[in-house]
Every structure is written in C-alpha cells, then in structure tokens.
Nanobody, 123 residues
Framework: VQLQASGGGLVQAGGSLKLSCAAS????????MGWFRQAPGKEREFVAA????????SYADSVKGRFIISRDNAKNTVDLQMNSLRPEDTAVYYC?????????????????WGQGTLVTVSS
C-alpha cells in the first residue's frame, strides 16, 4: 500500500483545512486508517483513526469536536476535516494504514505511512 497525503497549507487561527490521503492497493478497504502529526521539536502523536467500514472513529482529546475523519473505500481515500484550527495544530500531518482490523492509537501498530503534509496555523 502506498499513501499520498495532500491538502496542507497556511491558515489563520479559527480557519479550516481538509487533508486527504490517497491509497493504492486493492486491500485498502480492509485497513484501519489513521492520521498522526509531528510538531517541530516534538514526538509524533495520534490525531484520529477510523475502522475499515467507518463505523468506529477515535480522536485525540486535543482535536475532539474540531476534527472529523472520514473515508471513501470506493475512492481509496481518507480525509481529515480540520475546523477551528489553533496555532498548536501546526505540524506535519501523516496518514497511516494498519493491516489489522483493530483500531489503534499507537503509531507502531501502523504498517504503511504517507510522506506527510505541512499544516501551519498562524495566530
């Protein structure tokens, strides 16, 4: 599976951005998909994840109520709608795929990673 993240950019605090992750591979629909982020000087952290059918989603407390994860298995895409952005959301955002069916918040559970897309939120 190859993952390609896009949609990052510069936005003012309070604004919105939508990240997209395009996946190749016939088994995409069976994978748990996640978004992680890494801010300058910090470790990579979990942002959101979604099970293969979209029935279960999980969010980091810091983004709950502001970010929405979704997927379209017919298009092999997973999106992250980010609203009410804050300067502390500034980071490189990565999409990732987990071959198991169990949703995990642990980055080490994920088998495939995209290249990352930079989100910068100005105050």
């Amino acid at each position: 599976v190859q993952l390609q993240a896009s949609g990052g950019g510069l936005v003012q605090a309070g604004g919105s951005l939508k990240l997209s992750c395009a996946a190749s591979g016939r088994t995409f629909s069976s994978y748990v998909m996640g978004w992680f982020r890494q801010a300058p000087g910090k470790e990579r952290e979990f942002v959101a994840a979604i099970t293969w059918g979209g029935g279960t989603k999980s969010y980091a407390d810091s983004v709950k109520g502001r970010f929405i994860i979704s997927r379209d298995n017919a298009k092999n895409t997973v999106d992250l709608q980010m609203n009410s952005l804050r300067p502390e959301d500034t980071a490189v955002y990565y999409c990732a795929a987990d071959r198991t069916a169990k949703l995990s918040l642990n980055e080490y559970a994920y088998d495939y990673w995209g290249q990352g897309t930079l989100v910068t939120v100005s105050s």
